[in-house]
T-cell receptor, first 113, second 113 residues
Framework: GESVGLHLPTLSVQEGDNSIINCAYS??????FIWYKQESGKGPQFIID?????DKRQGQRVTVLLNKTVKHLSLQIAATQPGDSAVYFC????????????FGTGTLLAVQP | DGGITQSPKYLFRKEGQNVTLSCEQN?????MYWYRQDPGQGLRLIYY???????QKGDIAEGYSVSREKKESFPLTVTSAQKNPTAFYLC????????????FGEGSRLTVL
C-alpha cells in the first residue's frame, strides 16, 4: 500500500551547517507533498510544499527537492539554527485531496551549538 | 490573531468515561480534521468535515464521534469504546478539502488512567 517513510529518524548537525532530511514515498500517483515542522508538545507547522509538476521549490532558508524517478523527497535547511531543532515530517497525497494526506513518522533534527 | 484553538491541552480520564476535546477556528475555513498522533507513527485521520452538518470517517474512526453544528467548531468525543485512547490529538483546518495547507492547533494530550 501507499506509505511515506524517512531514512533517518535522528539527524544531529552543528549550528550553521546545512541540514538535509529525506523522505521516500511509494505511490507514484502522489501529486502533492508537504513538509511540516513540529516542536515538542506543539502542533505541526507548515514549512513548504511542492506539486508533482515541479522538481524544486525554495522558501526562506529551506528548499524542497522532488525526485519522481526514485520517489524521493528531501528538505534542505540552510545555515541551521538552534530554533530549527524539531521533528520534521513529510506528507503526500494523491488526487489532490487534503483528507487523503499520508504522513511520515518524522525525523528529529538536533542542532548542536 | 487567526488560528485554531484546542482545549484542554492536557486531559486525564478514567477508563469507561467519555471525554470531549474542543476545537475552534477563526480562519473561516470550510474543512476541519481530527488526527491522532502516537509515538513513532505518522498522523492518522480520525474524522473530517467539509461543511457544516456533514462529516466523514477517516482511517481510525472507531470509538470516536464528532459534530459540526457551526463552521467554527468541530469537537471530538473519545468514547469508552475506544480501546487505546491515550494519545496526542490534533485538530486542523483547511480552506477546503482540496489541495492546500493544513493549519494545526496546538494539540490535546489525553491520558487514560
Amino acid at each position: 500500500g501507499e506509505s511515506v517513510g524517512l531514512h533517518l529518524p535522528t539527524l544531529s548537525v552543528q549550528e550553521g551547517d546545512n541540514s538535509i532530511i529525506n523522505c521516500a514515498y511509494s505511490n507514484s500517483a502522489s501529486d502533492y507533498f508537504i513538509w511540516y515542522k513540529q516542536e515538542s508538545g506543539k502542533g505541526p507547522q507548515f514549512i513548504i510544499d511542492i506539486r508533482s509538476n515541479m522538481d524544486k521549490r525554495q522558501g526562506q532558508r529551506v528548499t524542497v527537492l522532488l525526485n519522481k524517478t526514485v520517489k524521493h523527497l528531501s528538505l534542505q535547511i540552510a545555515a541551521t539554527q538552534p530554533g530549527d531543532s524539531a521533528v520534521y515530517f513529510c506528507a503526500e497525497t494523491y488526487g489532490g485531496a487534503t483528507n487523503k494526506l499520508i504522513f511520515g513518522t518524522g525525523t528529529l533534527l538536533a542542532v548542536q551549538p | 490573531d487567526g488560528g485554531i484553538t484546542q482545549s484542554p491541552k492536557y486531559l486525564f480520564r478514567k477508563e469507561g468515561q467519555n471525554v470531549t476535546l474542543s476545537c475552534e477556528q477563526n480562519l473561516n475555513h470550510d474543512a476541519m480534521y481530527w488526527y491522532r498522533q502516537d509515538p513513532g507513527q505518522g498522523l492518522r485521520l480520525i474524522y473530517y468535515s467539509q461543511i457544516v452538518n456533514d462529516f466523514q470517517k477517516g482511517d481510525i474512526a472507531e470509538g470516536y464521534s464528532v459534530s459540526r453544528e457551526k463552521k467554527e467548531s468541530f469537537p471530538l468525543t473519545v468514547t469508552s469504546a475506544q480501546k487505546n485512547p491515550t494519545a496526542f490529538y490534533l485538530c486542523a483546518s483547511s480552506i477546503d478539502r482540496g489541495v492546500g495547507e493544513l493549519f494545526f492547533g496546538e494539540g490535546s494530550r489525553l491520558t487514560v488512567l
